[in-house]
């Protein structure tokens, strides 16, 4: 069985090996590099193990204009895990199976953003759908599912990689009788959806206004990929890990409350613990060790 196999992030990588162990892989299809440090361009998690495999590599900038060499291939089936660009309905009606290892339990989360905002949105529970892909977005057939339990130690990159594994195992259970056509698979309750889009930039400064368990959560959702952040002094500080607290003082949200081996900041319903930070243009250090020497944070002033 020949598979075309699409996918970008790390997400994706241990996916694309498992079926490259038991299937052939003709043809590897990820986003375009993309411009990092000085500008140089880097390629995606997928092309580099690609490439490290053997496998032959397709960039298109868009999908839906440039998708030719996908069908000169003359694959069997399509398989998606993250890979980042809407599937033209042309291609979709090119296989008779193009199947999507998304990571939520549908029809909860469907949408490009679904493991960040799962966390940022407090759920306790999440997982692995292998889906029928359609040309509505994440609204086809259900062929498996898993769940996985969302720790409060949990950041998008542990359950990136948690989910990651358990898609794996999923789909290379589940694929057999997919194709045989003994799982027929299920329709989604569509009065259930909810939908995660794509992160914005505004989602990722944090506002002190807010509950510190909101906050906590946001930080969790966003490390370490993008990663969550405040300005002072008209310095951006990245934070990768909190904690909540309980305080009860009258200060207003966004008040630096103490300095002495912690950063402790004022919210809406008590103060958030700062453990993690990333002045700009620095590695990212625990709070006790940018503390020690620092002269930028003063107990008492406010962060806008």
Do not use: W
């Not at 299920?186 to 909101?214: P, R, V």
């Not at 613990?273 to 709070?287: F, Q, Y």
């Amino acid at each position: 069985m020949k598979i075309i196999f699409l996918g970008t992030p790390s997400f994706a990588v241990p996916i694309m090996e498992a079926l490259n162990e038991k299937y052939e892989i003709a043809l590897v299809v990820t986003q375009p590099d993309k411009p990092g440090k000085h500008n140089k361009l880097t390629a995606s998690s997928v092309k580099e193990r690609a490439l490290e495999l053997g496998l032959e590599v397709f960039q298109p900038i868009k999908i839906r204009n440039d998708y030719e060499k996908i069908l000169e291939k003359k694959a069997d089936i399509m398989i998606t895990a993250a890979y980042g660009q809407f599937i033209p309905e042309a291609l979709l009606n090119s296989f008779k199976y193009c199947l999507n290892v998304h990571g939520s339990l549908l029809p909860y989360h469907r949408g490009g953003a679904p493991i960040q905002r799962a966390i940022m949105n407090g759920d306790k529970v999440t997982g692995v759908t292998i889906m029928e892909m359609v040309k509505a977005m994440d609204a086809g057939r259900m062929f498996a599912k898993r769940e996985v339990e969302i720790l409060d130690s949990d950041n998008n990159s542990s359950l990136f990689t948690k989910l990651s594994l358990v898609g794996r195992d999923l789909l290379l259970e589940s694929l057999p009788d997919i194709i045989s056509g003994k799982n027929q698979g299920e329709a989604q309750d569509e009065s259930k959806a909810t939908y995660s889009y794509n992160l914005t930039k505004e989602e990722e400064l944090i506002d002190f206004n807010k509950e510190s368990q909101a906050i906590f959560n946001q930080v969790r959702g966003l490390a370490l990929e993008p990663g969550a952040y405040f300005t002072y002094k008209n310095e951006n500080f990245k934070v990768y890990k909190t904690k909540a607290v309980l305080n009860d003082s009258d200060l207003l949200p966004g008040t630096i409350i103490s300095l002495n081996k912690e950063l402790l900041i004022k919210t809406k319903d008590g103060a958030i613990s700062i453990l993690e930070i990333k002045p700009a243009g620095k590695k990212v250090m625990p709070i006790k060790n940018f503390l020690n020497g620092q002269r930028i944070f003063v107990e008492n002033e406010r962060i806008s």
